[in-house]
T-cell receptor, first 117, second 111 residues
Framework: GAVVSQHPSRVICKSGTSVKIECRSLDFQATTMFWYRQFPKQSLMLMAT?????????EQGVEKDKFLINHASLTLSTLTVTSAHPEDSSFYIC?????????????FGPGTRLTVL | EDKVVQSPLSLVVHEGDTVTLNCSYEVTNFRSLLWYKQEKKAPTFLFMLTSSGIEKKSGRLSSILDKKELFSILNITATQTGDSAVYLCAYSGAGSYQLTFGKGTKLSVIP
């Protein structure tokens, strides 16, 4: 099956710093990737849709200047949490639909657990 | 507002038991309903359902969708400790790539 990786798997940072999370499709090209956030005991919430070669589309309530998304190639999307604060601590997961599949059958990366002190 | 409600929120069973997990949804422009299994990390895809009444099966897992009553069930027979996970239900609507997830059902299978 299609493989999506994320790096890092876990990061701890100080309040006010920025953190970059990478999402890679390892064996297929992804023109679209999705970024989700999951707080403890909560659902996955879609934050934004990352589009290769164009601007990301953000969901309502997600600050685009705080969560910077760059999809510079067909296999890599990055999410940068700028000026992170403790309330940004969460589990961030990316996903991508493999080509030729129904877009709904997204494959997820292993996630990145962010802790902001 | 569109939403997905899963029940029960948590469930503890013994190995060998059969479990049924429920997912009801309220959505306009429904396209598909999906089930995922989430252990400590990211969700893994189980099933995608688009048509009513057609059971999808994979080993001990099966799922079916009722578009009239707006719900889906996920059955797991002869449960094993490795089935312990959070099972997530999600839907997608026509015209959007977005998946809307329920809160999940935490299944614990004890020996």
């Amino acid at each position: 099956g299609a493989v999506v990786s994320q790096h890092p798997s876990r990061v701890i940072c100080k309040s006010g710093t920025s953190v970059k999370i990478e999402c890679r499709s390892l064996d297929f090209q992804a023109t679209t990737m999705f970024w989700y956030r999951q707080f403890p005991k909560q659902s996955l919430m879609l934050m934004a849709t990352s589009n290769e070669g164009s601007k990301a589309t953000y969901e309502q309530g997600v600050e685009k200047d705080k969560f910077l998304i760059n999809h510079a190639s067909l296999t890599l999307s990055t999410l940068t949490v700028t000026s992170a604060h403790p309330e940004d601590s969460s589990f961030y997961i990316c996903s991508a639909p493999p080509p030729g599949w129904n877009t709904d059958t997204q494959y997820f990366g292993p996630g990145t657990r962010l802790t902001v002190l | 507002e569109d939403k997905v409600v899963q029940s029960p929120l948590s469930l503890v069973v013994h190995e060998g038991d059969t479990v049924t997990l429920n997912c009801s949804y309220e959505v306009t422009n429904f396209r598909s309903l999906l089930w995922y299994k989430q252990e400590k990390k990211a969700p893994t895809f189980l099933f995608m359902l688009t048509s009513s009444g057609i059971e999808k099966k994979s080993g001990r897992l099966s799922s079916i969708l009722d578009k009239k009553e707006l719900f889906s069930i996920l059955n797991i027979t002869a449960t094993q400790t490795g089935d312990s996970a959070v099972y997530l239900c999600a839907y997608s609507g026509a015209g959007s790539y977005q998946l809307t997830f329920g809160k999940g059902t935490k299944l614990s299978v004890i020996p």
